[in-house]
């Protein structure tokens, strides 16, 4: 509570981007609802700031959460270790820099991350119910569902993080589910996502804008030459816009994010889509299949910077904006900044992408033994297929990307750490049916032979 309380605090009102403050927009309808950023974040915003009555709402329901999975987290390993100082190394892992720094700064990449943080708490809580609490397992399954969805529906490319997790919930609940346990939870999660998805569509009916296009962007102005987008079969305007972009890449040196920085943004503005999108997609197919080498060598120049050489650490505060919104408390998040700015100098590895990638594979490889091994496992493969699948659509190279691998890892390792020695405690249901059973059938032999001894 008193960790929760702190971060509220100093975060207050939430740090925002502008990302943040467009989404913002949308929940207070000075926007209209896009599908530029998923819309679910706005539509919950909403909903909170018709409860509340303040945006601020928000970063306080992050902090919560996050500090609530810690705890439970901390709860699992101390009942699993009996170690009081290992579920304080656990709630010490909230305060690193590398986590804090966007707990409080309302991003969709902090929404997945902490929907995420919150499923593997609640698959840690799983570990300790007992083979026959048949309601509380599905109701954790219920639970846990729901933050996957949120997690999918809020980032993309989510999915690729998600899939371990879910695997870590259900063997975590039912130990060694039959086939039909199987079928039944991941036509659970899938009914989730395509329920969800098709009314917001319907009830929200967002603003298509095909962000997909600014990731075609870049690829077509750092793959092809001048010569060749001169000569590109196109409409004259939209190839006339493609060069004078791809000479102004140059010119300002932006390896990525052309949408922002040398095209001239969206035909409406910022957050909307480009002109000719059709077109665009249309050429980008074309000249990829031609330019299969260039491709690749561009995605992994940007994908090897995201590695070596992230940025944006720390999320200076509030964006410049037209709401009103600063930050209440200044200097607590200057001193904030300090705390992460300065990590960042002197602990460099805890905000780079080869760190984390790195440690991913290895506990995905070698997870340990005892109680946390499958976890361990299944928190190391989803950090790693997180990162790996931005290599074809990285947008810019930001640690805000690799923050849920960051927090994954720092997870995984305290539980590596502190399983070994511990006993799976687990029982299969189906081995625990058997055992009833079997006791049931013992004790009316018993309740026999005395009913016999009786009547003798």
């Known amino acids: 509570m008193a960790c929760c309380l702190a971060t509220i605090l100093v975060f207050s009102p939430g740090y925002l981007s502008h990302d943040s403050l467009y989404q913002l927009k949308q929940a207070i309808g000075m926007e209209p609802l896009s599908d530029w950023h998923p819309p679910v974040m706005s539509l919950a915003w909403r909903a909170l700031i018709a409860v509340t009555g303040t945006p601020a709402s928000m970063a306080v329901l992050q902090s919560v959460i996050f500090w609530a999975a810690i705890w439970v987290i901390a709860c699992c390993v101390q009942d699993f270790t009996g170690s009081r100082s290992g579920a304080l190394a656990v709630l010490g892992a909230g305060v690193l820099p590398h986590v804090l720094t966007f707990v409080g700064v309302v991003w969709k990449d902090v929404h997945m991350a902490f929907a995420l943080l919150v499923t593997s708490a609640i698959a840690l809580s799983g570990l300790r119910l007992r083979a026959d609490r048949r309601a509380p397992r599905w109701a ?206 002197d602990l460099p590895v805890l905000f780079a992408g080869w760190f984390w990638l790195t440690i991913a594979v290895v506990l995905a490889v070698r997870p340990g033994s005892g109680t946390f091994a499958m976890p361990v496992r299944a928190l190391g493969i989803s950090a790693a297929a997180y990162v790996l699948a931005y290599l074809p659509i990285l947008p810019v190279t930001n ?22 020695g511990t006993a799976d405690v687990r029982v299969d249901p189906s081995q625990a049916e058997a055992r009833g059973r079997q006791g049931r059938t013992r004790q009316d032999c018993i309740d026999l032979d005395r009913r016999s001894g009786s009547s003798r």
């Open 140 to 345: 954790l399954f219920s639970l846990g569902v729901l933050f996957l969805v949120y997690a999918i529906l809020v980032r993309k490319n989510a999915v690729f993080a998600a899939i371990p997790v879910f695997v870590m919930l259900v063997l975590a609940l039912w130990g060694k589910p039959a086939p039909r346990i199987w079928i039944i939870t991941t036509a659970a999660l899938v009914l989730g996502l395509v329920a969800s998805t098709v009314a917001i569509s319907v009830a929200a009916r967002p603003v298509k804008t095909s962000q997909v296009s600014q990731i075609m962007l870049d690829d077509l102005l750092h793959v092809l030459s001048v010569q060749e987008l001169e000569s590109a079969a196109v409409s004259p305007n939209l190839r006339e816009r493609l060069v004078a972009a791809a000479k102004e890449c140059d010119r300002v040196n932006a390896l990525s994010d052309t949408y922002w920085t040398c095209y001239g943004r969206g035909k409406h503005g910022p957050f909307t889509a480009v002109a000719h999108t059709d077109q665009i997609s249309s050429l980008w197919v074309r000249e990829m299949i031609r330019h299969v080498p260039g491709y690749l060598q561009y995605r992994l120049e940007i994908f090897s910077k995201f590695l070596f050489e992230s940025r944006y650490q720390y999320h200076p505060g509030i964006a410049a904006n037209d709401l009103r919104l600063e930050l209440h408390h200044p200097r607590l998040g200057r001193a904030l900044q300090t705390y992460v700015d300065g990590a960042a100098r």
């Open 399 to 420: 640690y805000r990307y690799m923050y849920w691998s960051a927090i994954a890892c720092t997870v995984g390792v305290l539980l590596c750490r502190l399983g070994r």
